[in-house]
C-alpha cells in the first residue's frame, strides 16, 4: 500500500504542475491546456468507437510485429549460438545493422507499403529484432562449458541439448529481450502512424494537431502512455510467471 502511495505522488504532482502552470500564465493556455481540460477531453475520447477502432489497429500492429520479431530473433540466435563459428562470422554484420535507427527506415517503408499496416511491421520487426537477439545471444553464450561438454559425452542430441541445457539457460536472457523489445515495438508502431500515416492512435494525433485540437493531441499522447505502462506491465508479469523458477525472480516476489 505505502509503494502504490508513493507511486501516485509523481502522477499527482505532474497533475498539479500541468494545472498550475497555464492558470498563472506561465505557458499559453493555447499550447498546453490545463491538466482538468485535458482529462475532460480524454473523458469524452474515451466514449468514442474511432479511439477504440484507432488503439486497435496500433495493438494489432504492436503484437503482430513483436511476434514476428521475437520467433525470428530467438530461432536466429540459437542457431547462431550453437553452430561452432557462425557467430564470428556473423558478427560483423550484426554490428552493423543493429545500430541502425528504425526511424531511418521510413522512406523505404513508405515506398514499399505506403500508408498501411505493412510500414508499421516493417519498422516494429527491425527494432524489435535487435533487443531480442542480442538477448538471446549472451543467453546461449552463457551456457556452462562443463555442462555442454557432459551433454555431448552422454550422446544428447542438439535438439536435446537446446531444450535441456540451453533453453533454461538462455531464457531468462531472452524474457528480458521480450520486455525490452515490447517497449520499442510499441514506440515504433505509434512513430509510424505518426509519420507515415499508417492507421492507429498515432495517425488519430496527427490529425488533431493538423486540425488544431490542441486538448485531444495531449488527451490522445495520455492515452499512448497510460497503454504503454500496460504493455510494460503485462510484459513484466508474463516474465514473473515464466521464470518463477529463477532465483531472482523469487527474490524479488520476497521483498
Not at 498550475?20 to 481540460?37: I, K
Not at 539457460?169 to 508502431?189: E, K, N, S
Not at 486538448?215 to 508474463?238: D, H, K, M, Q
Amino acid at each position: 500500500m505505502r509503494r502504490l502511495l508513493y507511486g501516485l505522488i509523481g502522477p499527482a504532482g505532474l497533475l498539479a504542475l500541468l494545472e498550475a502552470a497555464p492558470r498563472l500564465g506561465l505557458v499559453d493556455e493555447r499550447f498546453l491546456p490545463p491538466a482538468s481540460e485535458i482529462l475532460g477531453t480524454l473523458g469524452a475520447e474515451l466514449t468514442t468507437a474511432a479511439l477504440w477502432i484507432a488503439l486497435g489497429e496500433t495493438l494489432r500492429g504492436w503484437a503482430a510485429g513483436l511476434a514476428i520479431a521475437f520467433v525470428l530473433a530467438v530461432v536466429a540466435g540459437v542457431v547462431i549460438g550453437i553452430v561452432p563459428g557462425l557467430r564470428a562470422a556473423t558478427n560483423s554484420t550484426v554490428e552493423f545493422l543493429r545500430p541502425i535507427p528504425s526511424v531511418a527506415l521510413v522512406p523505404l517503408a513508405t515506398l514499399l507499403f505506403g500508408p498501411s499496416l505493412g510500414s508499421t511491421l516493417m519498422l516494429v520487426v527491425y527494432a524489435s529484432f535487435w533487443q531480442v537477439l542480442i538477448q538471446v545471444l549472451y543467453g546461449v553464450a552463457a551456457v556452462d562449458s562443463v555442462a555442454d561438454d557432459t551433454a555431448r559425452s552422454y550422446g544428447l542430441s542438439a535438439w536435446s541439448r537446446v531444450r535441456h541445457l540451453v533453453w533454461p539457460t538462455a531464457l531468462p536472457y531472452v524474457m528480458t529481450g521480450l520486455r525490452l523489445a515490447a517497449a520499442v515495438a510499441f514506440i515504433l508502431a505509434v512513430t509510424a502512424e505518426l509519420v507515415i500515416g499508417s492507421p492507429g492512435l498515432g495517425l488519430e494525433i496527427q490529425v488533431a494537431q493538423s486540425s488544431g485540437a490542441v486538448a485531444t493531441v495531449y488527451a490522445l499522447i495520455v492515452v499512448a502512455g497510460l497503454v504503454g505502462i500496460g504493455v510494460n506491465s503485462a510484459v513484466r508479469l508474463l516474465e514473473r510467471r515464466i521464470l518463477a523458477w529463477h532465483p531472482a525472480v523469487r527474490a524479488e516476489a520476497v521483498t
